[in-house]
């Protein structure tokens, strides 16, 4: 008897939605469960209508009936549904719905409702049983209305069929049944025993059966209950009497011939097989197998279908491999014992093209020299196919537009000949491709390729890239350096291409070249032998020889001219001064001049000069002067000229000025490190009315000292003037060298890799540098180059890489001449001994013996090694090791071996057939040593059974085979012959045979060949008598009874059966099995061994489930005789988890749970009730810490071992708005190209708020302020939710340079929380505006000046000489950076005359370039073009008159052209120092720009990481690339420099413009 256990289950129930976010733990608040009393018993009968009166419910748990509905009175019944009610006006419990006792609690004896009566305030639980009473509503089932049964006509009186019995779901009296079985002759009924849980009914057999007679019996089992009223239940008995077997399978033929193309598909009908069995039933089912005397390769191709008889292809079918295949097939019947029948299927192979041609490669002849004549052989051909006839004729062809063509020489031998002439520097290598086809339909082709190599003949001179090289060294080179690297490529290969290098001896002055440079001869590197000095030699110019290594040797020349470059080793010098005055106390160098001067002179006299001169060029000979202080630090009255050593006045002379001045000049040059010399002049003050000695280079006024006045300005400003133009050149040369690197650079090229150098002059002075001779790529981070990202790799002009030539290898393979075939035949027996003389080969062939060494005359034989061999001594064929003629060709008619023979010198080729006879030396051979056969005792006389025959190896005669079998009296041997001419051997019976007299008959069959001697070859058949059966398997016992543990594991032994046979072989084999009795849930539980009758457990047993079960075996033995058996079992132990309402089906201790929760969670279980817990807050909660708490809620009950089960839970934490919107940084930099579109994109804001939900939700606006004059909405906005900041209107860099605003972020919790973010809009420059003339002196409109431009007129005297300074356009442009920087260019003059004027580029000063003649006109008109540096560049014109007057005339001065006077002193050196300031700060400026540039450079390669080598996206840098001291910028973007080798160059400069916010470490750029 089942006992349930019932109690409290807890639920729990989640909601979802808006009232989720709150905390959901604040519903788990049960303080107490106060528990109910007492427990009432009901019953009710089942099946009882809607209604029905169960008890009063609300009184006899003491319930009021008022309170009923306040206190929330309901049922709870888990499982039960709605079965009963409560009506609550009167507290009585009824019948709501159907009760089916049968559904609820099944064949158990107890049956109940557990109800739990559950009310609120104070809350209370009560807990009711209804017991449900069985009525007797189910009549006796059988498991269905007929049951089929099939019995042998055979089977012996009182055979016991066993019967399934009816089962009825009622209990105790109610499901007592009685049997009962129609009236018949046959059968009688064997009813169960009184033992009720043993359903054991059967059919008894009283009378033997005959199919003839009666084939299906009919007969009605019934059923009856003892409930009252009694029911019944009825199946229909449908008893089939089975035939027994007598007939064998019979096949329409004996032979069956069929044809089959090759390669047909797996599964390809062969043919379908037909027999035919007299019997019914499985006595007239044939199974079709193959014979046990078929061959392995006949059943590796072919599959037989057991039930069809179709025989279908299954292996590859080749004919090539058989020509045929011979399959035996027998049928066996199904019946007891079984019988057979046997034929033959013959099955020819039609061959197919299915073999592609073969093609080997006999000879090659490689290298093909590139003067080789036309007919050469390069290489012979052999071709070959497997197939047959048109299948195996094959054809070959060559790769079309070669120099190259096939020749037949003999039946599929071809030679591949030299069509036309080679050139090796065209095509070094020919990839031939030859085509073999066949004749088959569709056709069939093979390839071969073969790599012809041209070789090398010396036809090519080494040439060099250029003609010619610059190159460039520093003067003072150590002794031995690398100056630079020549290289020529010669065309050929090899030791044609070896090219070795040499000086052209020339004499240099007194002295031989080759005192000062040297080459090496392998690698072209060129060599200072000793240090250059620029003063004494600035140009080396000589010649490079290249030479191969070819016979003859060839070669060419190529000129270096190598510029010697300046470095500052020379100080400067002091020119003669007049009157010089040796001073105590003067440096090394220096000088002394006494001059003597007025005391009446102005401000800006130049009262003497200090002139010096420096040995270098460039920068390094560029002088300044400097005036040193004077003891005492008194301020000195005079200065110095820091270009020119003017000394001039500082201010009006007066008494208190000592009369003699002594000024220390200190002269000092540009180099590195700068080199110095002093001079002393001596200054004597005198009153105004003595009359000064004028210097050499001062200035005074008198009525024709304008002439002398000029040329002194020009004297002094040319060394200025020069510097200027040189650095601006090689400013502009820097500009359009960087602009052809990055055009030159393929858009698609991204990484850094090697490539061609380029030659960058870097020095501002005009200096030449170079690297060492290497590709440098620059790449930028992101995108394509970008305009404003310039790089500079100074290396050796015109150089490129050396490429090495590679040759394509071909097969060495020996030469060959002009090919002739012929053919010889020969024969040879097989198997003969080492050394036997086949024939005189050579002779055969026309050959002579003493060219048969030097012809290296050889056999090939494809496959067949080394079996044949030739004495070269002789000219003799012989075997050299054994030959089997069946190894060879297996069992073909004809067998010979294909050689081939070939020579050298010219090349030939002839085949020999060696034909291979046969001899007898095969013996006749079975399969096996021994044949089984099994015959039944029952077989008839005449039976046949077939043999297996013998093979030979042998051929003809040698392989016709005969038989005899030795004398008995049982078995005579019969042979025949079918349309095949094949043996066909069986074993005929001709007396019957007696298991128990003989068991076995010992036989030897014989087969003979028709060959000289005689061969055999015997077998051994060994006969097996099969006995009958007719004893059936029995058990030791009917019923076994047996008890097992329920939850056993699966595999557990329950019993192990035993039956046993009277019979022998096959006839005792028994098999068990379930019987057709067992229900399937019992199969489900249990599994039985069929060969050894173990029963063993395979599913979960379960005593609630079920406590009884009962197992029907049946024991088969070859003749399907059968023998009952059952078993039945009863379990008891704890296996029941507790589930997750917290309750255990166990009983006892193993029902007891306890429950726990998962460890450190802010939750604890509280025990409220007997098997009842609740959940409750532990401890405060932080969503933004954890948002979700998985729990585990583990029940664990008191059983041994206890037994555990977990139910999870998943708590979520609703969230708060505590937690602001936050932006990544407090203030954002946004770079805005002016004049952009209205509405366009600018910047993206973006904050993120740690909340969920409408907590996270961010909305974006502005902090609306003024700006100017105007609101700032007016020229930006917001997008609320995206955060995407637009610019409203077109801005304008002239009007506003930047626009700082804060964008405000909002969440959308209750109270909202926000933050605010500072954007910096920098609107960058465009060139949007030309430049500007500023108004002129004494403007002059001139017709058609175009818009923008104006008019200077300007006198000029004729006596000015070259450099003088005339006029100056001025102009400004409105924008900024290099659309600011303005440039001046004179326009040609109409007619294409020479101007005597220029203007200067960055000043717009216009100067004469010579001095003025008679024939200059008078009126000089000027255009000058004022142009920015923008993109598009824009411009203005302005034109200048100069008016050109006699020397002795007044002109009206410029404001830059200095004129002599009387009284001009002071202005003149005023206009002197007007003139120059504006070079002196051009100077100062480019200087500070390449110091600038140089420090930077350092920095940026010095702060590179080593290890990063790839180009990406970072910060912009600062850099000032602009020659006047302008800024430009890029997009706020980092550029990255890498190198395509090693580590970064320090000659390697990058500039990557941006805004100037003073660059800090991180912001440099790595190169």
Same mark, same amino acid.
């Given at each position: 008897m089942?006992?349930?256990?019932?109690?409290?289950?807890?639920?729990f129930s989640?909601?979802s939605?808006?009232?989720?976010?709150?905390?959901?733990?604040?519903?788990?608040?049960?303080?107490a469960?106060?528990?109910g009393?007492g427990q009432?018993h009901?019953?009710?009968p089942?099946?009882?209508?809607?209604?029905?009166?169960?008890?009063?419910?609300?009184?006899d748990l003491?319930?009021?009936?008022?309170?009923?509905?306040?206190?929330?009175?309901?049922?709870?019944?888990?499982?039960?549904?709605d079965?009963?009610?409560?009506?609550l006006?009167?507290?009585?419990?009824?019948?709501n719905?159907?009760?089916?006792?049968?559904?609820?609690?099944g064949?158990?004896?107890?049956?109940s409702?557990?109800?739990?009566v559950?009310?609120?305030r104070?809350?209370?639980v009560?807990?009711v049983e209804v017991?449900?009473?069985?009525?007797?509503?189910?009549p006796?089932?059988?498991?269905g209305?007929q049951?089929?049964?099939?019995?042998?006509e055979?089977?012996p009186?009182n055979?016991?069929?066993?019967?399934?019995?009816a089962?009825?779901?009622?209990?105790r009296?109610?499901?007592?049944l009685t049997?009962?079985?129609?009236?018949?002759?046959y059968?009688?009924?064997?009813?169960?025993?009184?033992?009720?849980?043993?359903?054991?009914?059967?059919?008894?057999?009283r009378?033997p059966?005959d199919?003839?007679?009666?084939?299906?019996?009919h007969?009605l089992?019934?059923?009856?209950?003892?409930g009252?009223?009694?029911l019944?239940?009825?199946?229909?008995?449908?008893?089939k009497?089975?035939?027994?077997?007598d007939?064998?399978p019979?096949?329409?033929?004996?032979?069956?011939a069929?044809k089959?193309?090759e390669?047909?598909?797996?599964?390809t009908?062969?043919?379908?097989?037909n027999?035919?069995?007299?019997?019914?039933g499985?006595n007239?089912?044939?199974?079709?197998?193959?014979?046990?005397?078929i061959?392995?390769?006949?059943?590796?191709?072919?599959?037989?279908?057991?039930?069809t008889?179709?025989?279908?292809?299954?292996?590859?079918?080749?004919f090539?491999?058989?020509?045929s295949?011979?399959?035996?097939v027998?049928?066996?019947?199904?019946?007891?014992?079984p019988?057979s029948?046997?034929?033959?299927?013959?099955?020819?192979?039609?061959?197919t093209?299915?073999?592609v041609?073969v093609?080997e490669?006999?000879?090659l002849?490689?290298?093909?020299?590139?003067?080789?004549?036309?007919g050469?052989?390069?290489?012979?051909?052999?071709?070959s196919?497997?197939?047959?006839?048109a299948n195996?004729?094959?054809?070959?062809?060559?790769?079309?537009?070669v120099?190259f063509k096939?020749?037949?020489?003999?039946?599929?031998?071809?030679?591949l000949?030299?069509?036309?002439?080679?050139?090796?520097e065209?095509?070094a290598?020919?990839?031939?491709v030859v085509?073999?086809?066949?004749?088959?339909?569709?056709?069939?082709?093979?390839?071969?390729?073969v790599s012809?190599?041209v070789?090398?003949?010396n036809?090519?001179?080494?040439?060099?890239?250029?003609?010619?090289?610059?190159?460039?060294?520093?003067?003072?080179?150590?002794?031995?350096?690398?100056?630079?690297?020549?290289?020529a490529?010669?065309?050929d290969?090899?030791?044609?291409?070896?090219v070795?290098?040499?000086?052209?001896?020339?004499?240099v002055g007194?002295?031989?070249?080759?005192?000062y440079?040297?080459?090496h001869?392998?690698?072209g590197?060129v060599y200072a032998?000793?240090p250059?000095?620029?003063?004494?030699l600035e140009?080396?110019?000589?010649?490079v020889?290249a030479?191969?290594?070819?016979?003859?040797p060839?070669?060419s020349?190529v000129?270096?001219?190598?510029?010697?470059?300046d470095e500052?080793?020379?100080?400067?010098?002091?020119?003669?001064?007049?009157?010089?005055?040796?001073?105590?106390?003067?440096?090394?160098g220096?000088?002394?001049?006494?001059?003597?001067?007025?005391?009446?002179?102005?401000?800006?006299?130049?009262?003497?000069?200090?002139?010096?001169?420096?040995?270098?060029s460039?920068?390094?000979?560029?002088?300044?002067?400097?005036?040193q202080p004077?003891?005492g630090g008194?301020r000195?009255?005079f200065?110095v000229?820091?270009?020119?050593g003017?000394?001039?006045?500082t201010?009006?002379?007066?008494?208190?000025?000592?009369?003699?001045?002594?000024?220390?000049?200190l002269?000092k040059?540009h180099g590195?490190p700068?080199?110095t010399?002093?001079?002393?002049?001596?200054?004597?003050?005198?009153?105004?009315?003595?009359?000064?000695?004028p210097?050499?280079?001062?200035?005074?006024?008198?009525a024709?000292?304008g002439a002398?006045?000029?040329a002194?300005?020009?004297?002094?400003n040319?060394?200025?003037?020069?510097?200027?133009?040189?650095?601006?050149?090689?400013?502009v040369?820097?500009?359009?060298?960087?602009t052809a690197l990055?055009?030159?650079?393929p858009?698609s090229e991204?990484?850094?890799?090697p490539?061609k150098?380029?030659?960058?002059c870097?020095s501002?002075?005009g200096?030449?540098?170079y690297?060492?001779?290497?590709r440098q790529?620059?790449?930028s981070?992101?995108?394509?180059?970008?305009?404003?990202?310039?790089a500079?790799?100074?290396?050796?002009?015109?150089?490129?890489?050396?490429?090495?030539?590679?040759s394509?290898?071909?097969?060495s393979?020996?030469?060959?001449?002009?090919?002739?075939a012929?053919?010889s035949?020969?024969?040879?027996?097989?198997?003969?001994?080492?050394?036997t003389?086949?024939?005189?080969i050579a002779?055969?062939?026309?050959?002579?013996?003493a060219?048969?060494?030097?012809?290296?005359?050889r056999?090939?034989?494809?496959?067949h090694?080394?079996?044949?061999?030739?004495?070269?001594?002789?000219?003799?064929l012989f075997?050299?090791s054994?030959?089997d003629?069946?190894?060879?060709?297996?069992?073909?008619?004809?067998c010979?071996?294909h050689?081939?023979?070939?020579?050298?010198?010219?090349?030939?080729?002839?085949?020999?057939?060696v034909?291979?006879?046969?001899?007898?030396?095969?013996a006749?051979?079975?399969?096996?040593?021994?044949q089984?056969?099994?015959?039944?005792?029952s077989?008839?006389?005449?039976?046949?059974?077939?043999?297996?025959g013998?093979?030979?190896?042998?051929?003809?005669?040698n392989a016709?085979?005969?038989?005899k079998?030795?004398?008995n009296?049982?078995?005579?041997l019969?042979?025949?012959a079918?349309?095949?001419?094949?043996?066909?051997?069986e074993?005929?019976?001709?007396?019957?045979?007696?298991?128990?007299?003989?068991?076995?008959?010992?036989?030897l069959?014989?087969a003979?060949d028709?060959?000289?001697?005689?061969?055999?070859?015997?077998?051994?058949l060994?006969?097996?008598v099969?006995?009958?059966?007719?004893?059936?398997?029995k058990?030791?016992?009917?019923?076994y009874n047996?008890r097992?543990?329920?939850?056993?594991?699966?595999?557990?032994?329950?019993?192990?059966l035993?039956?046993?046979?009277a019979?022998?072989?096959?006839?005792k084999?028994?098999?068990?099995?379930?019987?057709?009795?067992?229900?399937?849930?019992?199969?489900?539980?249990f599994?039985i061994?069929?060969?050894?009758g173990e029963?063993?457990v395979?599913?979960?047993?379960?005593y609630e489930d079920?406590?009884?079960?009962?197992?029907n075996?049946d024991?088969?033995?070859?003749?399907?005789?059968?023998?009952?058996?059952?078993?039945?079992?009863?379990f008891?132990?704890?296996h029941?988890?507790?589930?997750?309402s917290?309750?255990?089906r166990?009983s006892?201790?193993?029902?007891q749970?306890?429950?726990?929760?998962t460890?450190?969670?802010p939750?604890k279980?509280?025990?409220?009730f007997?098997?009842y817990y609740s959940?409750?807050?532990?401890?405060?909660?932080?969503r933004e810490?954890?948002?979700n708490?998985?729990?585990?809620v583990?029940?664990?009950d008191? !059983?041994? *071992?206890? =037994?555990?089960a977990?139910?999870s839970?998943? #708590?979520? @934490?609703? $969230?708060? /708005? %505590?937690?602001? +919107? &936050?932006?990544?940084?407090?203030?954002y930099?946004?770079?805005?190209?002016e004049n952009?579109?209205?509405?366009c994109?600018i910047f993206?804001?973006s904050a993120?708020?740690?909340?969920a939900?409408?907590?996270?939700l961010?909305?974006y606006?502005?902090?609306e302020?003024?700006?100017?004059e105007?609101?700032?909405?007016?020229?930006?906005s917001?997008?609320?939710?995206?955060?995407?900041?637009?610019?409203?209107?077109?801005?304008?860099?002239?009007?506003?340079?930047?626009?700082?605003?804060?964008?405000?972020?909002?969440?959308? !919790?209750? *109270?909202? =929380?926000?933050?605010n973010?500072?954007?910096? #809009?920098? @609107?960058? $420059?465009? /060139? %949007?505006?030309a +430049? &500007?003339?500023?108004?002129?002196?004494?403007?002059l409109?001139?017709?058609?000046?175009?818009?923008?431009?104006?008019?200077l007129?300007?006198?000029?005297?004729?006596?000015?000489?070259a450099?003088?300074?005339?006029?100056?356009?001025?102009?400004?442009?409105?924008?900024?950076?290099?659309?600011?920087?303005?440039?001046?260019?004179?326009?040609?003059?109409a007619?294409?005359?020479?101007?005597?004027f220029?203007?200067?580029?960055?000043?717009?000063?216009i100067?004469?370039?010579?001095?003025?003649d008679?024939?200059d006109?008078?009126?000089?008109?000027? =255009?000058?073009?004022v142009?920015?540096?923008?993109?598009?560049?824009?411009?203005?014109?302005a034109?200048?008159?100069?008016s050109?007057v006699?020397?002795?005339?007044?002109?009206?001065?410029?404001?830059?052209?200095?004129?002599?006077?009387?009284?001009?002193?002071?202005?003149a050196?005023?206009?002197?120092v007007?003139?120059?300031?504006y070079?002196?700060?051009?100077?100062?400026?480019?200087?500070?720009?390449l110091?600038?540039?140089?420090?930077?450079?350092?920095?940026?390669?010095c702060?590179?990481?080593?290890?990063?080598g790839?180009?990406?996206p970072?910060?912009?840098?600062?850099?000032?690339?602009?020659?006047?001291g302008?800024?430009?910028?890029s997009?706020?973007?980092r550029?990255?420099?890498?190198?395509?080798?090693?580590p970064?160059?320090?000659d390697?400069?990058?500039?990557?413009?941006?805004?100037?916010?003073?660059?800090?470490?991180?912001?440099?750029v790595?190169?």
């Amino acid at each position: 008897m089942k006992t349930n256990h019932c109690g409290l289950e807890m639920e729990f129930s989640w909601g979802s939605g808006q009232e989720s976010r709150r905390l959901l733990l604040s519903l788990l608040f049960l303080a107490a469960w106060k528990a109910g009393s007492g427990q009432v018993h009901y019953s009710v009968p089942e099946e009882a209508k809607r209604g029905t009166f169960v008890g009063r419910i609300a009184q006899d748990l003491g319930l009021e009936l008022a309170e009923l509905v306040p206190r929330l009175f309901r049922l709870a019944s888990k499982g039960h549904g709605d079965l009963l009610e409560v009506n609550l006006q009167d507290g009585i419990l009824f019948v709501n719905s159907r009760i089916d006792r049968e559904e609820l609690c099944g064949r158990s004896a107890e049956c109940s409702i557990h109800l739990e009566v559950i009310v609120d305030r104070p809350l209370q639980v009560f807990h009711v049983e209804v017991e449900v009473k069985d009525i007797n509503d189910n009549p006796p089932l059988f498991p269905g209305t007929q049951k089929n049964l099939f019995m042998a006509e055979s089977r012996p009186i009182n055979s016991r069929i066993p019967l399934e019995g009816a089962s009825d779901a009622d209990i105790r009296a109610n499901a007592m049944l009685t049997y009962t079985l129609s009236p018949n002759e046959y059968f009688s009924l064997d009813k169960p025993s009184e033992d009720e849980r043993v359903k054991h009914l059967g059919l008894m057999l009283r009378k033997p059966l005959d199919r003839e007679q009666s084939p299906e019996l009919h007969l009605l089992l019934t059923a009856t209950d003892r409930g009252k009223p009694e029911l019944t239940g009825t199946v229909q008995l449908l008893i089939k009497v089975l035939d027994a077997n007598d007939n064998a399978p019979a096949f329409d033929k004996t032979l069956y011939a069929v044809k089959l193309p090759e390669n047909v598909p797996h599964g390809t009908l062969v043919m379908k097989l037909n027999a035919s069995d007299l019997d019914e039933g499985s006595n007239a089912d044939i199974i079709y197998s193959f014979s046990t005397d078929i061959l392995p390769n006949v059943e590796s191709k072919f599959y037989l279908d057991p039930i069809t008889g179709e025989i279908m292809v299954k292996g590859y079918i080749d004919f090539e491999e058989s020509k045929s295949y011979e399959i035996l097939v027998e049928g066996i019947d199904k019946g007891q014992p079984p019988l057979s029948g046997h034929c033959t299927v013959m099955v020819e192979v039609e061959d197919t093209n299915d073999n592609v041609p073969v093609m080997e490669f006999k000879s090659l002849s490689l290298p093909v020299r590139e003067d080789a004549p036309l007919g050469t052989v390069i290489a012979l051909i052999s071709v070959s196919d497997r197939d047959s006839g048109a299948n195996g004729q094959v054809t070959c062809s060559l790769t079309p537009q070669v120099p190259f063509k096939l020749v037949s020489t003999f039946k599929n031998y071809y030679s591949l000949v030299l069509d036309s002439a080679l050139d090796r520097e065209s095509v070094a290598n020919y990839a031939l491709v030859v085509t073999a086809r066949d004749g088959g339909s569709p056709s069939l082709s093979a390839t071969a390729s073969v790599s012809v190599e041209v070789a090398d003949v010396n036809d090519n001179a080494p040439a060099f890239a250029q003609p010619e090289y610059t190159v460039f060294v520093k003067e003072n080179n150590p002794p031995g350096c690398h100056i630079f690297t020549v290289s020529a490529r010669d065309a050929d290969a090899q030791e044609n291409a070896l090219v070795s290098y040499s000086l052209v001896e020339r004499r240099v002055g007194e002295r031989a070249l080759s005192s000062y440079v040297s080459v090496h001869a392998e690698s072209g590197k060129v060599y200072a032998l000793q240090p250059l000095d620029h003063e004494e030699l600035e140009l080396l110019q000589f010649q490079v020889s290249a030479r191969d290594a070819g016979v003859p040797p060839l070669g060419s020349n190529v000129t270096l001219q190598v510029f010697v470059l300046d470095e500052n080793d020379n100080a400067p010098a002091l020119l003669p001064l007049p009157l010089p005055l040796p001073l105590p106390g003067a440096r090394g160098g220096g000088g002394a001049l006494s001059e003597p001067v007025s005391r009446a002179v102005g401000a800006g006299h130049v009262v003497a000069k200090v002139r010096a001169v420096d040995a270098d060029s460039g920068y390094n000979a560029w002088l300044s002067y400097e005036l040193q202080p004077a003891a005492g630090g008194a301020r000195s009255p005079f200065r110095v000229a820091l270009y020119t050593g003017e000394i001039s006045t500082t201010r009006a002379l007066d008494e208190a000025d000592a009369p003699r001045q002594r000024l220390l000049v200190l002269v000092k040059d540009h180099g590195e490190p700068a080199l110095t010399a002093t001079a002393t002049v001596l200054l004597s003050l005198v009153e105004s009315g003595q009359a000064p000695r004028p210097s050499s280079r001062v200035l005074a006024g008198g009525a024709g000292a304008g002439a002398g006045a000029g040329a002194a300005l020009v004297d002094v400003n040319v060394y200025l003037i020069v510097a200027i133009c040189a650095v601006s050149s090689l400013l502009v040369l820097t500009l359009l060298l960087s602009t052809a690197l990055r055009c030159s650079a393929p858009p698609s090229e991204g990484a850094c890799g090697p490539g061609k150098p380029t030659l960058v002059c870097s020095s501002a002075v005009g200096s030449w540098s170079y690297s060492q001779q290497r590709r440098q790529r620059v790449c930028s981070g992101e995108g394509p180059p970008k305009a404003d990202l310039m790089a500079f790799s100074p290396s050796v002009p015109d150089s490129r890489d050396i490429e090495d030539l590679q040759s394509a290898t071909g097969d060495s393979l020996s030469k060959s001449g002009s090919p002739r075939a012929a053919r010889s035949a020969t024969r040879s027996r097989r198997r003969t001994k080492h050394g036997t003389f086949v024939g005189r080969i050579a002779q055969d062939l026309g050959l002579e013996l003493a060219e048969l060494v030097p012809r290296l005359f050889r056999l090939a034989s494809k496959g067949h090694g080394n079996l044949l061999e030739v004495n070269l001594q002789n000219g003799i064929l012989f075997v050299n090791s054994r030959i089997d003629r069946e190894e060879l060709c297996g069992r073909s008619a004809e067998c010979s071996i294909h050689l081939e023979v070939i020579v050298d010198r010219p090349l030939q080729v002839f085949h020999v057939e060696v034909e291979v006879k046969d001899i007898n030396d095969n013996a006749p051979r079975f399969f096996r040593q021994e044949q089984r056969l099994f015959i039944l005792e029952s077989r008839i006389v005449d039976s046949r059974f077939p043999l297996e025959g013998a093979s030979d190896m042998d051929v003809g005669a040698n392989a016709e085979l005969r038989y005899k079998l030795n004398p008995n009296e049982y078995f005579d041997l019969d042979v025949k012959a079918n349309e095949e001419e094949t043996n066909i051997l069986e074993l005929v019976l001709k007396k019957a045979v007696d298991r128990e007299e003989i068991q076995e008959h010992l036989l030897l069959l014989t087969a003979i060949d028709g060959g000289k001697p005689e061969l055999t070859g015997t077998v051994q058949l060994l006969i097996n008598v099969l006995d009958a059966n007719d004893n059936a398997p029995k058990f030791d016992k009917s019923i076994y009874n047996i008890r097992l543990l329920e939850n056993a594991p699966n595999g557990t032994l329950v019993i192990k059966l035993n039956a046993s046979d009277a019979d022998e072989g096959i006839n005792k084999e028994i098999v068990y099995l379930f019987s057709n009795l067992v229900l399937d849930n019992v199969k489900s539980k249990f599994i039985i061994d069929s060969n050894s009758g173990e029963i063993t457990v395979k599913g979960e047993l379960d005593y609630e489930d079920c406590n009884l079960y009962e197992i029907n075996i049946d024991a088969r033995d070859g003749h399907n005789l059968h023998i009952p058996a059952g078993a039945r079992g009863r379990f008891s132990r704890n296996h029941h988890r507790p589930d997750q309402s917290v309750s255990d089906r166990d009983s006892g201790a193993n029902g007891q749970v306890t429950c726990s929760l998962t460890p450190q969670v802010p939750f604890k279980l509280v025990s409220t009730f007997k098997n009842y817990y609740s959940l409750v807050l532990d401890s405060a909660l932080d969503r933004e810490s954890v948002a979700n708490y998985a729990l585990v809620v583990t029940a664990r009950d008191g !059983g041994s *071992p206890s =037994l555990s089960a977990t139910a999870s839970v998943s #708590v979520e @934490v609703a $969230d708060v /708005n %505590d937690n602001a +919107p &936050a932006f990544a940084q407090p203030e954002y930099t946004v770079f805005v190209k002016e004049n952009n579109p209205p509405g366009c994109h600018i910047f993206t804001v973006s904050a993120r708020d740690a909340d969920a939900q409408e907590n996270a939700l961010v909305s974006y606006s502005l902090v609306e302020r003024r700006v100017g004059e105007r609101a700032l909405s007016s020229y930006v906005s917001v997008h609320a939710e995206s955060g995407k900041v637009y610019a409203l209107q077109p801005l304008d860099h002239e009007e506003l340079e930047l626009l700082q605003f804060q964008v405000s972020a909002r969440d959308a !919790g209750v *109270p909202p =929380l926000g933050s605010n973010v500072t954007l910096q #809009v920098f @609107v960058l $420059d465009e /060139n %949007d505006n030309a +430049p &500007a003339l500023l108004p002129l002196p004494l403007p002059l409109p001139l017709p058609g000046a175009r818009g923008g431009g104006g008019a200077l007129s300007e006198p000029v005297s004729r006596a000015v000489g070259a450099g003088h300074v005339v006029a100056k356009v001025r102009a400004v442009d409105a924008d900024s950076g290099y659309n600011a920087w303005l440039s001046y260019e004179l326009q040609p003059a109409a007619g294409g005359a020479r101007s005597p004027f220029r203007v200067a580029l960055y000043t717009g000063e216009i100067s004469t370039t010579r001095a003025l003649d008679e024939a200059d006109a008078p009126r000089q008109r000027l =255009l000058v073009l004022v142009k920015d540096h923008g993109e598009p560049a824009l411009t203005a014109t302005a034109t200048v008159l100069l008016s050109l007057v006699e020397s002795g005339q007044a002109p009206r001065p410029s404001s830059r052209v200095l004129a002599g006077g009387a009284g001009a002193g002071a202005g003149a050196g005023a206009a002197l120092v007007d003139v120059n300031v504006y070079l002196i700060v051009a100077i100062c400026a480019v200087s500070s720009l390449l110091v600038l540039t140089l420090l930077l450079s350092t920095a940026l390669r010095c702060s590179a990481p080593p290890s990063e080598g790839a180009c990406g996206p970072g910060k912009p840098t600062l850099v000032c690339s602009s020659a006047v001291g302008s800024w430009s910028y890029s997009q706020q973007r980092r550029q990255r420099v890498c190198s395509g080798e090693g580590p970064p160059k320090a000659d390697l400069m990058a500039f990557s413009p941006s805004l100037p916010h003073g660059p800090s470490s991180a912001d440099i750029v790595s190169v």
